[in-house]
């Protein structure tokens, strides 16, 4: 997956996510991928900081992950972003 980041006059920590047909020409599961999105989003945004808007875009490989590895992948990208909240940087 891809994340992306708004930042600007009103981003506030609100999330979007997109999936293509690229994922799958089925729209049941696009939907799938994008409901694994921002469940992983929902489960962990309380660990989330800062005042951006991220954008979440779902790829091929997630229909073939478990949700686990979704939310994990969702962590380590909001890592990297530098989106966790300092008491949460060193979670696995």
Known sequence: ???WLREGEGAALRLG???SKKVSRRAVDRNL???RLREAFRTH???FSGEVDIVL???RNILKSTQA???REVLYLA???GLLKKEQMNIE
């Open 17 to 19: 996510v997109v999936t």
């Open 57 to 59: 875009i779902g790829r």
């Open 79 to 81: 890592r990297k972003a």
């Open 1 to 3: 997956m891809v994340l």
């Open 33 to 35: 991928a994008r409901r």
């Open 45 to 47: 945004r309380s660990q």
């Open 69 to 71: 590895e979704v939310e």
